[in-house]
């Protein structure tokens, strides 16, 4: 089927025909995980390229992924030849997401969760929200997000260079010392975890193997990113709107739903691109469709 646009769902029903007649149809699910592709080139009125400028696609557009206290989710790379989902001990690695936690989630409820060894991402004290971060329950480092919008859409990264660092919105909220956090090569989500509970929307879920510090995440909380995007291995972009899964944008791996579902309420972030030293961009995973005009 060629006639397909990226982004948009179809339902296909198919039915087996022979002599004796036509057997039952079966109907399923299908679509193209947004994939459309904006190219560009940014120049001054003289004709000279313009390096480094952030090129964003309006309207927005895309979804998130949401979990009710039991939904879950998981992803592994067991046997598949693709990279960990966290690197060998002592390599440097980030993860980013979007967050946007329900009022009355449950304390010490599990987001995400990396194992074999387990190294958890999980809800602080219910009425406050935020996060916090312990390996092998083990307490490593937390911080609340703010009280006046806590329940409200919330930038999270997380990076690992021998010391753990948290940000929130942007801004360090805490760090701590960690000789140590080895490697995992499955993840889970919500009630997956060791600890349901947790209840809200997550969305741009990606991780980085390599550092990223406080002027990287500017670009990384504006705008998405791409397959071309330096150190990263796997992005999430919780944009398929129909289904029971999300692919990664970099190898395609699939990610699980065990209950959440997509849902039209998300962050404000932009399909965009950075221009390289020639002037030229490169947007990915655009998915307007037809009939619709978008600007640059």
Request: net charge negative; hydrophobic share 40%.
């Amino acid at each position: 089927d060629f006639n397909v646009i990226a982004g948009l769902p179809y339902n296909y029903e198919v039915t087996g025909l022979n002599q004796y007649g036509e057997g039952l149809s079966g109907k399923a699910l299908g679509f193209q995980v947004p994939n459309g592709t904006v190219t560009g080139w940014v120049q001054t009125v003289n004709g000279n390229p313009v390096p480094n400028a952030l090129v964003t696609l309006m309207p927005m557009q895309g979804f998130s992924a949401k979990f009710g206290p039991m939904d879950g989710g998981f992803t592994d790379t067991t046997g598949s030849g693709l990279p960990s989902m966290l690197p060998v001990s002592n390599d440097p690695w980030t993860i980013t997401f979007w967050i946007k936690t329900s009022a009355g989630s449950t304390a010490n409820a599990g987001i995400l969760q990396f194992q074999p060894f387990p190294f958890n991402i999980r809800n602080t004290a219910s009425g406050q929200e935020g996060i916090a971060v312990d390996m092998g329950g083990a307490p490593l480092c937390s911080a609340n997000f703010p009280a006046a919008t806590k329940n409200d859409w919330h930038h999270v990264a997380l990076s690992y260079d021998g010391t753990l660092r948290l940000f929130i919105d942007g801004a360090l909220s805490a760090l701590a010392p960690a000789a140590s956090i080895p490697s995992a090569i499955d993840m889970k989500l919500g009630a997956r975890t060791d600890s349901n509970g947790w209840a809200g929307l997550l969305d741009e879920l990606r991780i980085y193997h390599r550092h990223l510090d406080e002027i990287d995440l500017g670009e990384v909380m504006e705008g998405t990113a791409s397959s071309f995007t330096q150190g990263l291995q796997f992005y999430w972009k919780m944009d398929e709107e129909k289904g029971v899964k999300s692919f990664d944008v970099i190898h395609r791996t699939k990610l699980y739903f065990c209950g959440a579902a997509f849902n039209s309420d998300r962050p404000a972030v932009r399909t965009a691109a950075t221009t390289n030293n020639d002037g030229y961009y490169r947007i990915e995973s655009a998915s307007y469709g037809t009939g619709t005009t978008f600007l640059a």
